[in-house]
């Protein structure tokens, strides 16, 4: 009886370093699948919001900050307009030396007009000029494209050229902007070639446009003085 309970003890000791290894690996597995779960939840959340980002604009972020910016300009101006101060003057005070300086630069460097480099970049400039100034009749859009119906979109096939007739208004603003152009051109002056007979009254290019206001200024009141001086006769 000794020797086989002894026995029995025995293979309760085998056993059980083998249970314990089974149980072992299961909560390792049980942890993987778990890790795994989580990777997959991460990973799926991930890739929504990778698509939500793709779906936006391309100029999304800068409108984001754009905002921010605003909201935040509009609660300090509730502060100021609160503690009866100007905003402009706080912003200015709040505003560094550096800051000031870089954005002077920036703005020297801006030039509006770049001059003329060629035909084609004038012609440029001059339709981006004038489409600007165009507003569009979204109550004359809409009509026509009842009226003309599919032939609004022509193609190879539609027959609509001639039959379009502009409404007196139309012509009339025409007619207002070309008159303005040409008045706006005969403003235009160039630069005037030099005259080799004309008397030197100057040092230099900025002495001669300095002469030349003086004299279209002051010019009636000192012309006998001038030719006082030129004959010697002056006292």
Known sequence: MASATEGAGLSVDEESPVSQKREERLRKFRELHFKRNEARKLNHQEVVEEDKRMKLP?????????????????????????????????????????????????????????????????????????????????????????????DFHPTSNSLIHGTHVPTKEGVDRMVEDVEKQIAKRSKYSRRRAYNDDADIDYINERNAKFNKKAERFYGKYTAEIKQNLERGTAV
């Open 58 to 150: 391309a100029n999304w972020e800068a409108k984001k900050a754009r905002l921010e910016w605003e909201l935040q300009v509009d609660e300090k101006k509730k502060d100021c307009v609160a503690r009866g101060e100007d905003y402009d003057r706080v912003k200015l005070l709040e505003i560094s030396a550096e800051d000031a300086e870089r954005w002077e630069r920036k703005k020297k460097k801006k030039n509006p007009d770049p001059g003329f480099s060629g035909y084609a970049e004038a012609q440029l400039r001059q339709y981006q000029r004038l489409t600007r100034q165009i507003q569009p009749d979204m109550e004359n859009y809409a009509r026509q494209r009842e009226e003309c119906g599919e």
